[in-house]
């Protein structure tokens, strides 16, 4: 699993982005995966995460009924649609993966691999 995620930019409150996270490996479709974020000076936080079949879906409170998290294995790529966004959605956003099915939210222990980083900036 190798994993690159992209998408991210400055954006205006109340704009929105899609992030894309794309496995080079094979296994893809064998992983759960999620999202994370980690602002300035924070501690790197659950965003939101789907299962390897896309019938489990959960999100944080902070991004329930903004943020959406999809997939498709046919192409091993992993989304977060980023809608209505504020600038506390600012935060260099990680894309995780795991091995098997997890639903629910995530701590960082359960992430068996990780993308780098990109960076999502909310202007007020």
């Known amino acids: 699993v190798q994993l690159q995620a992209s998408g991210g930019g400055l954006v205006q409150t109340g704009g929105s982005l899609r992030l894309s996270c794309v496995d080079s490996g094979r296994t893809f479709p064998s992983h759960s995966m999620a999202w994370f974020r980690q602002a300035p000076g924070k501690v790197r936080e659950f965003v939101a995460s789907?299962?390897?079949?896309?019938?489990?879906?959960y999100y944080s409170d902070s991004v329930k009924g903004r943020f959406t998290v999809s997939r498709d294995n046919a192409k091993n790529t992993a989304y977060l649609q980023m809608n209505n966004l504020k600038p506390e959605d600012t935060a260099v956003y990680y894309c995780a993966a795991e091995y098997g099915s997890r639903f629910g939210r995530w701590i960082t222990s359960n992430v068996d691999y990780w993308g780098q980083g990109t960076q999502v900036t909310v202007s007020s």
């Open positions: 789907i299962t390897p079949g896309s019938k489990g879906t």
